[in-house]
């Protein structure tokens, strides 16, 4: 069993950086891919950003590359998603998954473990 938790979220005018992160109980979390995922109201939730177990292969959805990048610390359990240029359709619920094939991928099946989510709200 994974227990995730994240941190970071809060309320930022457009433009602002916030910085997530998910802590990962475990000793197991080197083999797991990590993904973000984001849910805002009346929308599906989709697959922001993704990283393999061994940091060699990330996956960014469009509206997201340039700004956000993952990253993760295996000896410290840890996933960050670092995010620059922030703007009112990045609100929404953000969500840490571990996918323990390692492949860390966009789709929200694929994962096995999640955490509880935090809310990131970007102000015009």
């Known amino acids: 069993q994974v227990k995730l938790v994240e941190s970071g979220g809060g309320l930022v005018q457009a433009g602002g950086s916030l910085r997530l992160s998910c802590a990962a109980s475990g000793r197991t979390f080197s083999r797991y891919g990590m993904g973000w995922f984001r849910q805002a109201p009346g929308k599906d939730r989709e697959c922001v950003a993704a990283i393999s177990w061994s940091a060699g292969n990330t996956y960014y959805t469009d509206s997201v590359k340039g700004r956000f990048t993952i990253s993760r610390d295996n000896a410290k359990n840890t996933a960050q998603l670092q995010m620059n240029s922030l703007k009112p359709d990045d609100t929404a619920v953000y969500y840490c998954?571990?996918?323990?094939?390692?492949?860390?991928?966009?789709?929200?099946?694929?994962?096995?473990?999640w955490g509880q989510g935090t809310q990131v709200t970007v102000s015009s």
């Open positions: 998954a571990a996918d323990v094939t390692g492949w860390g991928q966009d789709r929200d099946y694929e994962y096995d473990y």
